[in-house]
């Protein structure tokens, strides 16, 4: 089955850890991203990457890093640096400017 | 950047009840979705429509991309049909990242 998959599905974090998020799709898609969401608000976009080894920031990137190695590939480290990391967390992937399609999420709680 | 606005921000309906909602933008787009995110969380692509009409069943929208704006038509609602609609909105150049609007809450009651 072709698609995205997010794993875990829920993360706990104590405070001062870096957790990373794994995302990873088999639909041969040239670019990824990630999203923010928060309880009640729209998706923000946290970074987004067009070719492999290459990503640039979104619009809420401080506290966040990325790597793009491998095309199939898009992992998304919350930093220590980030003072508000709950939230619900969201990855994509499109050809281009055509339809993104989503994972099921990552939710992460800071204890 | 660009700026995107749905209403309303809530709708309750009657099962069977017909709904429109609205998505306005602020500038040319190379690229509209509408997505309903189900009660968990998962964002299931309802059309890719950045001009022009198209149909799914129940469901159709309709994008009049030279006055910015987009509609998603809800006919014959049903209870699953409730959760959150979302617009987003990619305006072009040389990135692809998507703009979302705030969301329309639907709760359809039995």
């Known amino acids: 089955d ?13 405070e001062g850890q870096n957790v990373t998020l794994s995302c990873e ?13 928060d309880p009640g608000q ?38 220590s640096a980030q003072k508000n990391p709950t939230a619900f967390y969201l990855c994509a992937s499109s050809i281009g400017h055509d339809t993104q399609y989503f994972g099921p999420g990552t939710r992460l709680t800071v204890l | 950047g660009i700026q995107v606005e749905q209403s309303p921000p809530d709708l309750i309906l009657q099962e069977g009840a017909n709904s429109t909602l609205r998505c306005n933008f602020s500038d040319s787009v190379n690229n509209l979705q509408w997505f309903h995110q189900n009660p968990w969380g998962q964002l299931i692509n309802l059309f890719y429509i950045p001009s022009g009409t198209k149909q799914n069943g129940r469901l159709s929208a309709t994008t009049v991309a030279t006055e910015r704006y987009s509609l998603l038509y809800i006919s014959s609602s049903q209870t699953t049909d409730s959760g959150v609609y979302f617009c987003a909105v990619d305006s072009g150049g040389s990135n692809y990242k998507l703009t979302f609007g705030k969301g329309t809450l639907l709760t359809v009651n039995p």
Request: proline share 3%.
């Open chain 1, 2 to 14: 072709g698609g995205i998959t997010q794993s875990p599905k829920y993360l706990f974090r104590k």
């Open chain 1, 25 to 37: 799709q088999n639909l041969n898609h040239d670019a990824m991203y990630w999203y923010r969401q």
């Open chain 1, 42 to 79: 729209g998706l923000r976009l946290i970074y987004y990457s067009q070719i492999v080894n290459d990503f640039q920031k979104g619009d809420i990137a401080e506290g966040y890093s990325v790597s793009r190695e491998k095309k199939e590939s898009f992992p998304l480290t919350v930093t």
